[in-house]
Nanobody
Framework: VQLQASGGGLVQPGGSLRLSCAAS????????LAWFRQAPGREREFVVG????????YYADSVKGRFTFSRDDAKNTVYLQMNSLKPEDTAVYYC?????????????????WGQGTQVTVSS
């Protein structure tokens, strides 16, 4: 499996961006996918994750109500719609997959990573 993340950019506070993560193969029941982000000088943190086996989406508290995960299985692509962006959302965003059960919250539990896409929220 290979992942290709895209859609980052520069946006003003309060603005929106939609990130995409395209997989080279269809992701199905044996996989979970998550978006992580890493700001300069900080650890990589969990943003949102989805498990095809459980059919549930999990959000970090910091993005609940602002970010929305969606997927298009026909295109092997998932999306992260980010609204009401704040300067503290500035980070490199990564998508990653794992075949572990559930939706793990720690980066070391994910096996395959996309290359990351920069999101900068600034006026």
């Amino acid at each position: 499996v290979q992942l290709q993340a895209s859609g980052g950019g520069l946006v003003q506070p309060g603005g929106s961006l939609r990130l995409s993560c395209a997989a080279s193969v269809r992701l199905f029941n044996s996989y979970a996918l998550a978006w992580f982000r890493q700001a300069p000088g900080r650890e990589r943190e969990f943003v949102v994750g989805y498990s095809w086996s459980g059919g549930r989406t999990y959000y970090a508290d910091s993005v609940k109500g602002r970010f929305t995960f969606s997927r298009d299985d026909a295109k092997n692509t998932v999306y992260l719609q980010m609204n009401s962006l704040k300067p503290e959302d500035t980070a490199v965003y990564y998508c990653a997959v794992t075949q572990r059960l559930g939706v793990p919250g720690f980066p070391n539990e994910y096996d395959i990573w996309g290359q990351g896409t920069q999101v900068t929220v600034s006026s």
